[in-house]
């Protein structure tokens, strides 16, 4: 009993984590379809690589040029990019390794100590914390190339501000995850978000505005308060602070570069403890389920069906007329839920907002100063380009579509429908989607650069259906044997595997392809008349061929997922 009642000290218990976390990673090259995981690894590390070397270089490159040109009082510049990035790769990227969710953890008697050095410490080796902290190293080394004897105290900053970014990342995602438990709270975080990102896009725009206006002397004095007052708003945040630190260090002012850093302590102090707060929370059991709660018995009894629906089910009653009701009455319901999904998944919503917006982006960069109208090549394949643009927001959609269910994917193996009805309503819903959006990228181009012309609007509209009918038509496969469940409250839940994101690039790269070789052909053959019909009618073969092989995918879609349904039940309903 001595060993049974003996305290576990906090490296067993770490160990404990860590140990799991290894089974969990090797358990999962061991299930259906590791061998192609274990190849998309193969093939999206290196670009990977590439993502997080790239901004490296750039920050070593930008903190020798700064301090070698004695140029320091711009070094907060870098820190507040690499801050900025930071969140934005949090934000749209899911965990390297599998999931599992620490909250978990409380169920076992683990310290409050213990579990607070598990949630600072897990998730070191995501994306973001390594693009960043080697960001942070070339920064540094940048930095100390330029002045050596400057290197030991800005790898202290450097540190310091990367382990509060840190802080402040894991505090940012605990609460937001609080916030987006209710759908509301959701929406409005979704919204924020997209408009966020958004005005990202009209940076390049306003630059080429406010740049061919230079030559007029005079600045809206509004505007010019505005941005004093932010900048010496800015001052007083950490990117700031340990920017300004090593530039007082540099300057020999040792007292004001102590204070600077003190002040980026304080930070962390703040941000530790805000997060304290959250996770002593969800430790002491905190469930934020918004299940609604069971309405009060009313006392009546059901009765039972009366009229000829009630032998709706009877194998007797199944005649080729009730049949094909029956299977449309179960389209029908399914897709109201699809459409009902839809409806209360605002960040989805907010996404298909994009392409549209985008369209306004490329007509504003490409036409004259102050949203003129495109001309010239781009305004004929503005349509085009945004319909491309388009099929990369549907591969979210295809490609997963029972993440939505979640662990509701079991009803349909219990209730008398068939998977293969299912699917058409899902992909009915994508469809509806994809009209809607080409619609509505058709118009803004008719009114940001002109109306294309009608051939090349036809091909377009052609191609468009070809791109989607290949990636429905795999997508329906890989959303069977790869599905991912779709965690409405979580930052970072994972959407699309990484074999299936593989996939839908390679698989959209031919029609890009094929599509870029149709502009190109009938662009060099404009004088043969009707050039751009020609290539409507070639994507429009194409599209049957493709409808086709969707038709011989979809009839087969029952016998994949009788086999797969403990697969799909594992990977959707796990918590």
Wanted: glycine share 8%.
């Amino acid at each position: 009993m001595a060993t049974v009642t003996s305290p576990v000290s906090t490296r067993q218990q770490l160990s404990a984590v860590a140990w799991l976390r290894w089974r969990l990673l090797m358990s999962s090259f061991r299930r259906k379809g590791a061998a192609g995981e274990i190849i998309a690894r193969i093939f999206l590390y290196p670009i990977i690589a590439c993502f997080a070397i790239g901004p490296a270089v750039g920050a070593g490159f930008a903190g020798f040029f700064l301090t070698s040109r004695n140029q320091l009082v711009w070094l907060p510049g870098p820190l507040w990019l690499i801050f900025v990035l930071w969140q934005f790769i949090g934000l749209s990227t899911s965990t390297a390794a599998p999931s599992f969710d620490l909250t978990t953890l409380t169920r076992f008697p683990i310290r409050f100590r213990d579990y607070l050095i598990v949630r600072l410490t897990f998730g070191l080796l995501d994306a973001p914390t390594l693009i960043c902290g080697l960001s942070l190293a070339g920064f540094a080394i940048g930095i100390g190339v330029a002045d050596a004897a400057l290197l030991p105290w800005a790898a202290l900053l450097l540190f310091l501000y990367g382990a509060c970014n840190v802080l402040f990342s894991r505090m940012l995602y605990s609460w937001l995850e609080k916030w987006l438990a209710k759908r509301r709270t959701r929406e409005i975080v979704g919204a924020i978000f997209l408009l966020v990102s958004l005005s990202f896009q009209l940076i390049n725009p306003l630059i080429r505005h406010f740049s061919n206006r230079a030559r007029h002397p005079h600045i809206n004095p509004a505007f010019r308060r505005y941005a004093l007052n932010a900048a010496q708003a800015a001052s007083f945040l950490p990117p700031s602070l340990a920017g300004n630190a090593i530039a007082a260090m540099h300057s020999s002012r040792v007292l004001a570069a102590v204070a600077l850093m003190v002040a980026v302590l304080l930070y962390m102090a703040l941000f530790f403890y805000v997060l304290k707060v959250r996770l002593h929370a969800q430790y002491l059991g905190e469930n934020l389920s918004e299940a609604p709660a069971a309405p009060p018995a009313s006392g009546k009894k059901l009765r039972p069906m009366q009229g000829p629906r009630a032998h709706a089910t009877d194998a007797h009653a199944l005649t080729p007329v009730t049949y094909e009701a029956r299977v449309s009455s179960v389209v029908a319901a399914c897709f109201r839920k699809e459409i009902q999904y839809l409806k209360r998944s605002g960040p989805m919503l907010y996404s298909f907002v994009t392409p549209v917006f985008m369209v306004l982006v490329f007509s504003a960069q490409q036409g004259k100063p102050g949203m003129g109208r495109a001309s010239g090549f781009f305004h004929e394949i503005l349509f085009a380009v945004g319909c491309a643009y388009l099929q990369l927001f549907m591969v979210a959609l295809v490609y997963n579509c029972f993440g939505a269910d979640g662990a509701g994917m079991q009803l349909y193996f219990y209730a008398p429908v068939r998977i293969r009805d299912v699917i058409v309503a899902k992909n009915l819903m994508s469809t509806l989607v994809l009209v809607t959006e080409v619609a509505l990228i058709y118009l803004v181009v008719c009114l940001a650069a002109g109306v294309p012309p009608a051939g090349f609007a036809a091909m377009t509209i052609a191609w468009a259906l070809f791109a989607y009918l290949v990636s429905v038509t795999l997508g329906n496969l890989r959303s069977l044997y790869s599905p991912k469940r779709m965690e409405q409250g979580a930052m970072r839940g994972m959407r699309l595997s990484g074999l299936s994101s593989l996939i839908s690039m390679s698989v959209l790269l031919a029609p890009f392809s094929l599509g870029a070789a149709a502009i190109f052909i009938c662009r060099h053959y404009a004088g043969i008349s009707g050039s751009y019909w020609i290539g409507t009618g070639a994507f429009l073969v194409l599209a049957m061929a493709a409808f086709a092989a969707y038709v011989v995918v979809l009839g087969r879609v029952d016998g994949i997922a009788a086999g797969l349904r403990q697969d799909m039940a594992a990977e959707l309903c796990k918590i």
